[in-house]
T-cell receptor, first 113, second 111 residues
Framework: DTAVSQTPKYLVTQMGNDKSIKCEQN?????MYWYKQDSKKFLKIMFS???????INETVPNRFSPKSPDKAHLNLHINSLELGDSAVYFC????????????FGPGTRLTVL | DAKTTQPNSMESNEEEPVHLPCNHS???????IHWYRQLPSQGPEYVIH???SNVNNRMASLAIAEDRKSSTLILHRATLRDAAVYYC????????????FGTGTRLTIIP
C-alpha cells in the first residue's frame, strides 16, 4: 500500500489555466505538507495543515490555495498558472512534533507551457 | 530558521563506510537533527533523526557531537543504491517544526 500518494504524476497545461493536485495519506498522520522543488532542485515548504487547520503558510502567491477536506487529504489548487509555477510538487505527512519523520509522496511534475 | 552547512558533494567506494558531515552551530535546545535523502526522480526519503544521543537504525547511524553543533550520518556499507542527495535538517518542535531543506550533499558511489 502506498503511504503517501499524489495524483496526477505529470501535469502539462497552458498558462492561465487552473489546475489541482491531490494528495492522500493512509498513515493516520495528523499533519500534511506541500513542498515545491524548482528546476535547480531547491526544495521549499509551501503549506502545512494539522487536523485540517493551516499551521504553516510560507510566502506563496495567493493563486495557490490548499484545501484539506479531512486529515488524510490535502489538495493543492493553483489558479492562473504561470511559467514560473513549473516545478515538482511534493506532498508529505507526519505526526506533529519535531521528533517525527515526514513521509513524502512521489511528486507531481507540473509543466506550464 | 537555524541553518546547516554540508559539503556540496562527496564520493565513496562501494561497500565502504561513508561519513557525511553536517555543521549546525546555531542549533537550539529543542531542535531535532533530521537526515533525509533524495534519490534521482524520487521524493525525499527519511533516513534518521536524533536529539542528543547517537542513533542507529536499519539504514544508517547518526553521531551527534556533545555540544550538538555538528553531526555525522554514517552509512556503514555503501551500495550503488545509496547514491543520492543527503539533506541534514534541523526541525524545531511544536510551532516551529517545518523542514527547511538546504542544498544537501550529493553522494556518488564508485563501483
Amino acid at each position: 500500500d502506498t503511504a503517501v500518494s499524489q495524483t496526477p504524476k505529470y501535469l502539462v497545461t497552458q498558462m492561465g489555466n487552473d489546475k489541482s493536485i491531490k494528495c492522500e495519506q493512509n498513515l493516520g498522520h495528523d499533519t500534511m505538507y506541500w513542498y515545491k522543488q524548482d528546476s535547480k532542485k531547491f526544495l521549499k515548504i509551501m503549506f502545512s495543515y494539522n487536523n485540517k487547520e493551516l499551521i504553516i503558510n510560507e510566502t506563496v502567491p495567493n493563486r495557490f490555495s490548499p484545501k484539506s477536506p479531512d486529515k488524510a487529504h490535502l489538495n493543492l489548487h493553483i489558479n492562473s498558472l504561470e511559467l514560473g509555477d513549473s516545478a515538482v510538487y511534493f506532498c508529505a505527512s507526519s505526526q506533529r512534533g519535531g521528533g517525527n519523520e515526514q513521509f513524502f509522496g512521489p511528486g507531481t511534475r507540473l509543466t506550464v507551457l | 530558521d537555524a541553518k546547516t552547512t554540508q559539503p556540496n558533494s562527496m564520493e565513496s567506494n562501494e561497500e565502504e563506510p561513508v561519513h557525511l558531515p553536517c555543521n549546525h552551530s546555531t542549533i537550539s535546545g529543542t531542535d531535532y537533527i533530521h537526515w533525509y535523502r533524495q534519490l534521482p526522480s524520487q521524493g525525499p526519503e527519511y533516513v534518521i533523526h536524533g536529539l542528543t544521543s547517537n542513533v542507529n537504525n536499519r539504514m544508517a547511524s547518526l553521531a551527534i557531537a556533545e555540544d550538538r553543533k555538528s553531526s555525522t550520518l554514517i552509512l556503514h556499507r555503501a551500495t550503488l543504491r545509496d547514491a543520492a542527495v543527503y539533506y541534514c535538517i534541523l526541525r524545531g518542535n511544536f510551532g516551529n517544526e517545518k523542514l527547511t531543506f538546504g542544498t544537501g550533499t550529493r553522494l556518488t558511489i564508485i563501483p
